[in-house]
Structures are given as structure tokens and as C-alpha cells.
């Protein structure tokens, strides 16, 4: 008898060919409880997903896992949307997982949160440009608070630690529970109110989203935006972070470093005004030593040694320029009256006086002087100038 028998490989193929061909499969949405969950470091999440009867191995990959809004864990009760497929190598089928939103009341919160942190944002409430300095060095800080625990404790201590000096005003609010948020928006507007604090820190210790959930709602969030004074946030541990800490001024992982924040270190502030005391003392005496050599650099000068001196130079120096200038218009004038002898001698040289005295005469008709005969004719009235005077005569 011949046998065809198939391998393993091709055997889980098949089946996993059998599972992606079914539609049903390709897009299934199933509720459960995380256990075994395991954070890979490429990042991808592995866990499985059970009920009181069953459970189904599932993965969740990197490119999905980059827009969960909340971490998951142990013991969670979750809602995911994926495809069922078949893992050749192990031969087990298992959820690949696409989205997951986590069920229950903490779900509800967490969209909630998510929504008005989104609504908010896009109001402005969080933009840089909206937040108020904090004080160098407050006088007065005001806590809002619970008047008992842990929280109120460690603020006190730090405070007076920086600052024996600081003065503490706590106006005691529930941090927890219905109602809470109103009491903190009352205590904000009161401090505003009468002024009563330099800088107002809000705080309470860490806890549940349910716990801190006061800290994440719409009238307490107006309320600090709306406040006059800067107020710091210091809800919960360094990785909780509430819709009050996006909207106030300043945002401090724990009461503890709030307090470390807002109130100065008086000694580093002694250890400073110390250092720059001296530096200003060495720098003014580095100022005063040179001022001091230029004084001693001026003081023997010759402008102070001798005033006159350079007047008297000066004098010298106005004869000079006087007797060449004296010496230039002599000259000048010498030159001039020269040139203007000779043009007079070539004036005189062309006058017609000279040209009479050589025996020369000037003859004129009608005021006119006759220079042809052809400007003549018979009886004619002329005059004729020679040297020693005119005669009047006529052509013949």
C-alpha cells in the first residue's frame, strides 16, 4: 500500500491559507482581560487575551502600538479590533491586534480626558505665550490642597528649608472625590480675589486616573487659566500627568520639587550676592588703579608741568605764519605792479598821441576819422589833429 503523506509545514499552511480565506476572520472584535502582557524592545506587545472559559495568544505590533493613548497591563479589560491567523512555525493561531480601547469605567475616563485635553488645546489654553512668569523670590505662597497628609508636610519642610523667611497660606481643598474640582476653582478665585499669595501651587500625591481625576476637569482648567496669579501644578507622580499641568504656568513632577521650584535657595542667593559683591569690589578697584595712572600720567604732562609753553609756541607759530604771509603780498604785489607797467608801456606804445608826435597827423570828417581818400571829395570840410593841436580845412 502507498502512502502520500504531507509535511508539517505544508499541513499548518494549509490551515493558515484555510483561516486568511475566511472573511470572518480577517476583521473580529473581541473583549477580554490582559495577562501575560510582555513589552518587547523592538516594540512590539505580546500577551493573551482570556475570559472566565478560554483564552487566544496575541501580538500587537509596533506600527500599532505608537497610537495607543494609555498604557496596557495585567488583570486590564480591554476591547480589540484584528485578524485571527496562523503562526506556521509553532502551528498555533493567534490576534493580530490592531487597535485596543480599554473597557470599564477607566476607559471612560481616559476617552474623556483624551476629548477635553483635545478641545482645550486647540482653545489656546496651553500656548506658551499665555504663561506668567514665576516669582525670583515670592513672599507669600498659597497651597491649595488637603490640610492633612503627606503632601502639605513636604511643601512646608522644603519651603522653610530654602527659605525660613517664606510665609505658607493653605487654603484647604478636597484632592479627591465629586466635588473636588469646584472647591479647588473657589479656592483660585479667592486667592485671586484678595490677593493673598505671590504664586499659588495646587498639589496633591499620586493615585489612579480616577483618584487625580479632579485635576482633569473643564472648570478647574478655565479657573487656572483665567488666574491672575501664576499658579504651579504639582498633581500626582512624575509620570501622571493631568489636564491642570498643560494648563498652568508651570508644571512640577511632585508637591516636593514644586516647592523646590517657587521657593528661591536663600543660601544660594547669599552665596551669590557674596560673589558678586566681590567681583563688583575687584572691579571697581581694577577701575580706580587706572584712573589712578592716568591721573599720574596726566599730572606730569607738559600741559601741566608748563601751560605756557605750548601758548608761547603757538604765538611763535602765529609770527611765522604773519611774516609769510606779509612776504607772500609783497611779493604778489611786486609781481602785479610790474605786469602793470609793462601793459601801460604797451599801451602808451599804442596810443595815437605817440604816433602825432612823430610827425604824423589824424584827419576827420564829421567826427569821423578818414582812413582813404576815397572817403574825400571836393570841398569837403575836414579836420586835421597834429601834435600841438587841430585845424579845420577843405578839399580843393
Known sequence: MIYNPIS?????????????D???????LVEGEISNFKHHYTGHIYFTLKDENSLIKSIMFKTYTSHLDFVPQDGMKIMVLGSVSV??????????VKTMKQLGKIGDLRATYEELKNKLEKEGLF?????????????????LTSNTGAVIKDIINVSTRRNPKVQIRLYPVPVQGEGAA??????????NKKKLA????????????EDLWPFNEEIL?????????????AVGHETDFTISDFVADLRAPTPSAAAELVVANITEFKVNINTYTKRLKQALLKTIQLRQLRYQKCIKSRIYTDPLKKINQNYMLIDIKTKEMENFINKKMQKDKLKAQSLILKLDSMSPLKTLARGYSIIS??????KSIKQLKKEDEITIQMQDGKVDAKII
Do not use: C, W
Not at 87 to 96: C, K, N, P, S
Open 8 to 20: 508539517v509545514s505544508e499541513l499548518n499552511r494549509y490551515i493558515k491559507e484555510k483561516f486568511e
Open 22 to 28: 475566511d472573511e470572518y476572520f480577517s476583521s473580529v
Open 87 to 96: 503562526f506556521e512555525r509553532d502551528g498555533t493561531y493567534q490576534l493580530y
Open 127 to 143: 500656548n506658551k505665550e499665555h504663561k506668567k512668569p514665576i516669582p525670583i523670590m515670592p513672599k507669600i505662597i498659597g497651597v
Open 182 to 191: 469646584q472647591k479647588i476653582t473657589e479656592g483660585i478665585k479667592f486667592m
Open 198 to 209: 505671590d504664586v499659588l501651587i495646587i498639589a496633591r500625591g499620586g493615585g489612579s486616573l
Open 221 to 233: 482648567a478655565r479657573a487656572i487659566y483665567e488666574s491672575d496669579l501664576p499658579i504651579v501644578s
Open 365 to 370: 570828417k564829421n567826427k569821423k576819422n578818414i
